[in-house]
Structures are given as C-alpha cells and as structure tokens.
C-alpha cells in the first residue's frame, strides 16, 4: 500500500492533538502533507556575530536571553514586547509589535536562533519581530532556503516543516511506479521524489521550478488522463439516442415566447441541437453571464426532447432555485394543447408527496422532473430518460453528474453555468465537455451602477435604502456570517438584521434569511420578498444563485473584501432584473493594494468574463470561486493562467495513454488518474 495513504499520526511527534490542527489545513495523510506546498521561501544567510552586523537587513544570530521580557500596552489593541539577547560579542534587542505572546516560551540558558529585520537604533541594533527557534547545530549553522507555509492556529512553521521532513524520509525512489516511469522517460523532468523535496526544500532557484514543472505536469496529466478516459466511454456508448428535432418544432417553440432569443442564444440553441441529432453523447457546457438567458436554452431542450417521447431531469443546488425553475418553466411551456407533465422532486417533500411523483416517473407520466439532490436517490427511477440538465454546475460534482447521468442509458448532459470561466481555464477544467458561450446580454438590460464605499458612509447608503423602500423597491444586504463572532470583525446577518430593524429602517419591513433557518422558515421568507412584503432582506450568501426578484434595485454587500470577485458578481445580478437603475454598493475598509485593486475591478466593469480574468490574475485558481467548492479540480503546483504550455503537453500525453490502453503500465495510470479527480466509473474498461 502506497504511504500516500499513511495517517500522518505514523510520523513520531504527531499525536491525536496536533493531528486535529493539521487536518484543518486539510492534512491527513502523508500524501496530503507531501502535496502542502510552500506558499514562499525564506532565504536565509549564515549565523553571524552581533559585533559583525554592519547594515540594516535581514540577518540570523544565536543567542541566548538576558531578563524577562517586557509588555508595553501603547493603546487599546496594540502592544510592544521587548526582550534583550546576546553572544559573546554583544547584545541586541528583540522587539515584536502586537505580538506579546512570541516572547512567553523563550527560555534562559539555552540557545536559540533568531532571525529577524536588523534595524540601526542610537544604542545599536534592533531585531524587529524575529522569528525564535531552539538552536541547532546541524539545522541553523549555514545558509538555508526554508519554506514558509500557510498556518492555522496551533501551528508553526517549525511544526510544519517537521511533518514534510518526515513524510519525505518515508517516500521512497518507486513510490509513484508507473506514472513517474512514463513521466520520467518522456520528458526532461526530475523524478517525484526529488521533485517533492524540491518544492519543499529547494537547493537553488533552478531546481525550484523544474519540481514545480513536474509536479504541475503530474496533475495537468492526471486530470487529462481522467477527462479523455470519461470522453471516450461516453464516445463508446453512442448508440441509441438520436434526438431529432424538427425546425417546425423548435420554430414553434420559440414563437410562443414572449421576447426574441439574441443571435447568441440562437447560436447556442443549434449547437444544442446538433448534438441531439447527431448520433453521439451530448456532454455541453453553457456558459453565460448573470442574465444572458440560459434558462430558455435548457427550456427549449427539456421541451424538445419531452415531445420526441423521452424523460427529462433537471438538477439545481437549491430547493429555492428549483421551485423557481419549476414556476418558470411551467409558464415557458403552458401553451395550448399542452401534453408535457412537470414535476418537482426535493428532500423536504413529504414521503406521500415523494412516493407519488416517483411513482409517476417510473410510469412514464411525468416528461420532466425538476429538483435537488432528491433526483438523484437511489430508488429515483425513469422510465425513459433522455436529457440530463443540471444548473450552476461548479455546485456539483463529477460523480454527482454521472450518478444523474446514470439513471438512463447514457443520456444527454447539458450543464449551465452562470459563473463566467476564462475559455484557457474553462478548458483545463472543463475537457471533457464541449463548451458554448452566450456572450451577450438581452437588449435593454441596464447596467448595474457599482460603487465601493468605506463604512464611514454606512450612514448614508441606509437613508438611500430607505428612501427606496418608501418608493416600492426591494433591497438585499448581504453579510459575510450568520451571527456575530468575539473573534471577528465581520459584519453578521443577525447583527446587521438588529441594527436597521431597529434603527434606521424601523418601520420599513424587513426580513433575515440564512443557512442555519430550516427550509419551510428559508421558503417562507423568500416568499415574502418575492411578493415583495419584505422590502429589505438581510442575507448570507444564501441568495447568490438563482433567485430572481425584479423589483430589487439595491444591493448592499457589507465587508466586500471578504468574497471572491465571481462571487460578488453573481450578488450583484440578482438586481438590476427590472426596468429600473439599479446599484451594487460594496462596502469595504480594504487598503491593501490586491484588495483596492479586486473591488475596483468590479466597480469598472459589468462584463462577468472579465472580472473572472481579473479575479484569476489576483487570487489564482484556487480561490476563484472558494476554496474546495464541489465540482473543481485543486491544482496545487500548476497555474492554469501561466502554464498553458505545459497543459498542451500533459494532454497530449493522456491522449498517447487513452489511445493505448492495452499497455498494463497505461491501465494503471488512468486508475490512479479517476481516483484522484474522484471520477465514474471507477472500474477500468479495456477492450
């Protein structure tokens, strides 16, 4: 068994405690903490002397501590801790600003290495917010490249750095078998070991970044290798499917509705189209801006496909999201003569309820069925399924998908996105499906006026809320936490819910939703919004996807800084749905230069695949739309903005390995491939 999978608690040293601590970084196994990388590096020189410090800079000392430390409180939530340290050449003193307890363990008469700022002072030198550690000969007494790693508290560096030591010393040279073999043998690339030591402990620049590449290469390769092995299933089992939809059909569809399709959503329409007819799998990917009317291209399918005589089933993330789907389409396809039965299938259904449209469905009797994860319940059973639609699909994983897929016999996928993707990143993520973009906005639609605000203007936004209100239109305030934390700053949903309640929107109805409410208490509150009986709600992120109120002209989003920009640009398109200016107001006491610079990009541009762009180049992909959301690879050495050359390569390579897949060595790597992009099928089929 490989020691991938080792707890971590098999190193000496890591007890049930600290094992806790780690896993909140999401470090179990030994594997995990080898995949850990350094967020940055540490350069530092040789021991000196005190008496050799000659100019202001970083510099690393030994010495052992002269008195106690000393705690000066300057003013309210800000401190100065001193403590003086020697060799035998002279002394220095340690100051840490803000940090008393970095001094509480130093102990007197033992050595400690100390690296910190050197800072000339009219008494000598002083070493501002050094880092402390117990001296070690063989560890500190030369120049080093350290890695520094992100914590959680509990944690240091040191306790960090111990734990990848050790699960270095326990990967050995073939731990990694037949995918480090065919890497290794067609590509200039060091081996995984060394890569792994590399990326941790680097013995020069150079060596740096040829780990990353390989290590990068690696998970390029093995999401490639699991994506074109999914392709090729799906290209196997064609047969059976064959939807053709006539233009008199469609034609008719589309002249009941009530608004023209843009030429993008035309456009869209027939490549949907073409896939039904065209003998193959459809596995589509919509994607689309807030707006740009993706959900009459999944109409016009449902409605297309149910009249050929076959199921549909459409998936959203929430029940909210899904009765709305189910209202919407219920109006889309209320023509004359109508013969197409919906339905809607969620967990907080009563069993009767469930038992009777489940009943139906396996009948035959309902043509589409619309819910949550309910559809995808072991005894949900169709009788002839044909479409698969799922909505806001980085809400959902690929087994999630392919558990839906499976209840027929190889349906149609289609997959709607509402959070604009870069089409370079989009193919990375996305390889195995082919991808379509409404690109453009309905005509009429007016721009949402977007302003960041600092809280000194709280004030202010709340009279123009107000003033609104008693106008008839509808406000969200949304909040970064439910309740209000002794450990945060953070504005709460709760606390804010109190404050304009009782203050200055007092007498203007207002309502709280949140994640913690149950779903009848959730259902009960939107209803009252979307009749627009609450004129301001007070919200969590809970509102993000999918609820569409068109008398809501303000969106308030209180501690701005905290969300990702795609995420504030999906808030932002739940107004501006009306015939009326609207406006997203982002207040934010941000002043770091990524920060200003991230909001800013939102206040200067409405275009979503343009602020997915900006949001990629600021944070990286692995926060775009936070952290381990369902549904995303996590690339952990690869850039996906910057090493698009190297993906070229990897997916030639899994294209070389798909193509031949008798080789044993070939089987084993697209094994370990689905195992680490938890991937269906899981078992291996070789013709």
Known sequence: MSVFRDKIQTIKGIGPKKAALFSKLGIDTIGDALKFFPRDYEYREAIKKIDSIKEEGMVSLCLEWKGTPKVKRMRRGFSITTLEGHDETGWVECIWFNQPYRAAGLKKGKKYFVYGKAVRKSFGYQLQNPVTEEYEERVHNHSSCLPVYPLTRGLTQRDVRYLTKNALEKLT??????????????????????????????????????????????????????????????QKKSSGLIITVSRELLDGFIKKLPFSLTPAQTRVLDEVVSDLAGGGVMNRLIQGDVGSGKTVIAAAALYCV??????????????????????????????????????????????????TVKQKLKEGRIQILLGTHALIQDDVEFSNLGLVITDEQHRFGVRQRALLQSKGNIPHMLIMSATPIPRTLAHILHGDLDLSVIDTLPPGRIPVRTYHVDSSYRDRIYRFVKKHALQGNQTYVICPQIEESESSELRSAEQVYKELSNGCLKGIRTGLLHGRQDFAEKKAVMEEFLKGTIQVLISTTVVEVGIHVPNAVIMVVENAERFGLAQLHQLRGRVGRGSRQSYCILVSDVRDETGLARLNALVNSNDGFEIAEKDLELRGPGELYGLRQHGLPQFSAANPLKDYDLFILAKQAAEEIINTLHKEEHQAIVKEALASQDRLPAVLVVN
């Open 173 to 234: 040279a073939v731990e990694s078998g037949f995918l480090d073999s065919y890497i290794s043998a067609r590509h200039d690339f060091p081996d995984r070991k060394r890569s792994f030591q590399q990326i941790h402990f680097p013995e020069n620049d150079k060596e740096l970044e040829r780990a990353r590449k390989r290590l990068a290469f690696e998970e390029f390769l093995l999401l490639q290798a699991a994506v074109q092995y999914t392709k090729s299933l799906l």
């Open 306 to 355: 149910a009249k050929s005589g076959f199921q549909c089933a459409m998936m959203a993330p929430t029940e909210i999201l899904a009765e709305q789907h189910l209202a919407a389409l219920s109006n889309i396809m209320d023509f004359p003569g109508k013969d197409i039965n919906l339905a809607l299938l969620t967990g907080s259904m009563k069993e009767s309820e469930k038992n």
